[in-house]
């Protein structure tokens, strides 16, 4: 089946006062029709900055597409015409920021907030009719009080309900790919329980694709399809679920497994931990740069970056445990 999104070899860039800092190097993935894809790594590891990537939404005159190719359906994103990508994103390709109550204008009540969404992609909707489509999505998201909900300013909503208007806002569009960037962030359980669920359903009503991005494993396990692991701006290793959670191949991906706690653990037994730090992105090291926090190191490690290799179906690692020769066979 053909990826309704491709990413190939994309690389992004900042301009600092510390310099050029490659906030992504080399990242390829593909996205399928119905399907879920998730995005997971340390805070800083490059998983937002691929989203504001395919959306070109980095921030100007700073970050800049260095290299790669953004394909959907046939058309390159990253050497789109901004009028050309203006009527892509929002519409096509949506997606649903980190934080709602910095996503939404302070000072427009909800309703204004969602008819502009019309009003840009659905220009030829009437007033009475954007209207009606605003209650409609508020209540497709679960809001209790759509008309009460339309008439308020995003501070006398609660964190939830911000994140399903952001949802709503999102959807408006009817979206083939949504990007959901740490939707759950700052709620609750009960509550990030039912975004995720509302998001399951939503997609399985529409068909469309799925990119979520997150740091919480738990959160990857039960709504995604496949998983991109990265790290400092790379990809560590990417599988489908199952293949990642049960055979875990790169030694970073064992790291954040074996970090969570369990059940069947022993009572008052402590966590482990992934000794070290992310290295800084101005000061990246000559080979893997997860040499100076891996347990397994070797000499080659701190030489050259390891290529990301496929060792199973749809199974892919950047680790030179996995190069001919080094293998444990």
């Known amino acids: 089946m053909n990826p309704i999104l491709s990413i ?3 690389a992004t860039s900042f301009h600092t006062d510390e310099g050029r800092i490659q906030a992504v190097s080399n990242v390829s993935f593909e996205v399928h029709k119905g399907k879920t894809l998730g995005l997971v790594g340390e805070s800083g590891c490059g998983k937002s900055v691929t989203a504001l990537s395919i ?3 980095l921030p100007k005159p700073s970050g800049i597409i260095d290299s790669g190719r953004i394909l959907f359906q046939g058309m390159d994103l990253a050497v789109l015409p901004a009028r050309e990508m203006q009527s892509i994103r929002g519409k096509r390709i949506a997606m649903i920021f980190q934080e709602p109550m910095t996503a939404l204008n302070p000072v427009h009540r909800i309703e204004k907030q969602l ?3 019309f009003q840009i992609h659905f220009p030829e909707m009437g007033k009475k009719q954007k209207a009606e489509e605003v209650l409609s999505l508020l209540n497709r998201v679960g809001i209790p009080n759509p008309e009460g909900c339309a008439k308020a300013y995003p501070h006398q909503i609660s964190g939830g309900m911000r994140q399903r208007v952001m949802i709503a806002m999102a959807l408006a569009g009817k979206p083939e790919i949504l990007i959901a960037d740490e939707p759950t962030t700052a709620l609750d359980v009960t509550i990030q329980a039912q975004i995720l669920e509302l998001i399951k359903s939503l997609q399985e009503e529409t068909g469309m694709a799925v990119i979520f991005i997150t740091h919480d ?3 990857i396990a039960e709504v995604c399809d496949e998983v991109v ?3 400092a701006g790379k990809i560590a ?5 199952k293949d990642l959670f049960y055979n875990p191949a790169h030694p970073y991906t ?7 706690p369990r059940l069947d653990s022993k009572r008052k037994s402590k966590l482990s931990i992934i000794q070290g730090m992310v290295p800084n992105l101005a000061d990246l090291p000559k080979g893997c740069r ?3 926090r891996c347990p397994m190191a070797m000499g080659l490690c701190k030489s050259e970056p390891p290529d990301i290799l496929q060792i199973g179906d749809s199974h892919w690692v950047s680790c030179y445990l996995f190069e001919k020769g080094n293998r444990n066979e």
């Open 55 to 57: 959306m070109r939404l």
């Open 8 to 10: 190939e070899n994309l």
């Open 115 to 117: 008819g502009e969404v």
């Open 237 to 241: 290793e990417k599988a489908r679920v």
């Open 290 to 292: 997860f040499e100076n």
């Open 229 to 231: 692991v990265m790290y």
């Open 254 to 260: 064992q790291g954040l497994l074996s970090s969570i």
């Open 217 to 219: 494993l738990g959160v």
